[in-house]
């Protein structure tokens, strides 16, 4: 069977570069030294910062990764996204006329020469220069799929020449290395809203923007038996709203890989007393995802 697989967050645990992403980011602010709004030290700026998390974690729906001016991934789905997430819960607070990111925003334009705490974000992404680190857990299930005639794919947002040398550093030998379909571009939203309902809360309906459509491409081209991610909306939902459409079956299963930063919002989703999200399981260990 053929099963396609993310890459980050399911070979890696991004962790370590999803702190030094939001590192990045609040060391550039704090050199800013904004006495006048109460911003000029280490603690001053860290401590809007969590209030700022606090706030937004109220709405955990309403800000992240935007394409197109629409949300592609919830804020705090991962190391990543918590990072991209508060720049857009921000330039949100600035154009709203809130008086400490308005401040911060001023400096970004005038002295480093970015339009949006959403660049800053891009920024510090860009500094980042760290090893990723593996999941030999994944490496161990994959060379085993792989030997058991398994035909295995990673399809990611990353470069495919990235990705190639993640394999070759971490000993993927020619028989038992995965294929790389890379720069799939899955937060990449059309022009055409595809809406789907993920589960129906107490505040109302939970959707996500399934228009992906450079992913559907890959996703319809390589009929995969199962599917492998670690952020829902990413990952996740269009093979859901394709499944539910009886486009593609997914018969060996779609798969959440639940790690340390998976927001206890989309576990109880998928894997609560009442899962909402039947055709999804959630995995905290590869030993949940059997090989047949």
């Known amino acids: 069977m053929r099963i396609v697989m993310d890459f980050d967050g399911v070979y890696t645990d991004p962790s370590e570069e999803g702190e030094a ?25 860290d401590s809007w910062i969590g209030e700022l998390r606090v706030r937004q974690a109220t709405k ?5 990764w935007r394409s197109e001016g629409r949300v592609s991934a919830f804020t705090f789905e991962d190391p990543f996204i918590r990072n991209i997430g508060l720049a857009d819960f921000l330039d949100h607070l600035a154009g709203n006329g809130d008086e400490r990111a308005k401040a911060v925003l001023q ?3 005038k002295k480093e020469n970015m339009e949006s705490f959403g660049a800053l974000s891009e920024w510090s992404f860009h500094q980042l220069n760290l090893k990723k680190r593996p999941d030999p857990a994944a490496k161990r299930w994959v060379e085993n799929a792989i030997d058991k005639g398994h035909e295995v794919i990673i399809v990611s947002n990353s470069a495919t020449d990235k ?19 890379g720069g799939a571009r899955k937060f990449g939203l059309g022009n055409s809203p595809k809406p789907i309902v993920i589960a129906n809360l107490e505040q109302g309906e939970l959707t996500a923007d399934t228009d992906r459509p450079i992913y559907e491409q890959a996703l319809m081209e390589l009929k995969p038996d199962a599917v492998i991610g670690d952020v829902f909306s990413l990952d996740l939902t269009l093979p859901l709203r394709l499944k539910r ?12 890989r639940c790690r340390d930063y998976t927001p206890s919002t989309m576990v109880d989703l998928v894997a609560g007393r009442t899962s909402l999200v039947p055709e999804v399981k959630l995995i905290r260990d590869w030993s949940e995802v059997p090989l047949h």
């Open 21 to 45: 992403c939001a590192k990045n980011f609040v060391e550039k602010i704090i050199s800013f030294g904004l006495e006048e709004v109460g911003l000029e030290t280490v603690e001053k700026v």
């Open 60 to 64: 955990p729906f309403s800000f992240g």
């Open 107 to 109: 400096q970004l334009k």
């Open 163 to 181: 990705i190639v040398e993640f394999l070759d550093q971490n000993q993927f030998s020619d028989s038992k290395r995965p294929q790389v379909r």
């Open 245 to 256: 459409e009886g486009k593609l079956p997914f018969k060996w299963g779609i798969f959440y």
